[in-house]
């Protein structure tokens, strides 16, 4: 278990991992670190992007359509990329201040 104190002054590879997803004014008094094989959801399948391992942070992206070439992005693509990226292909402004960027 992990307080927001302990994560945001820690400097473990860990630590790190969870200070990406925290936010002061919603993450909990708690932050639970569970078995990289533990689901904490009902069943024996699946994920719940809700964890710090690798498994939960590899989110394939796939964009398809009318105007999309073909091909392969070799390198890290983040989700926060997305937003960017169809926002390029709909020709629509992206404000400044908008994490992530437009993929190729």
Do not use: K
Request: aromatic letters at 6%; hydrophobic letters at 35%.
């Amino acid at each position: 278990v992990w307080t927001p104190e302990e994560i945001l002054s820690g400097t473990s590879p860990m630590a790190e991992l969870f200070q990406h997803s925290f936010h002061p004014d919603r993450t909990g008094d708690l932050i639970v670190q569970i078995r990289p094989d533990c689901l904490m959801t009902p069943g024996d399948a699946g994920t719940t992007h809700g964890s710090p391992y690798l498994y939960d942070r590899e989110v394939p992206i796939v964009f398809y359509g009318n105007g999309v070439e073909p091909g392969e992005l070799s390198g890290t693509a983040r989700t926060i990329d997305i937003a960017p990226t169809l926002a390029r292909h709909l020709g629509i402004d992206v404000p400044e201040d908008l994490h992530g960027q437009a993929l190729q």
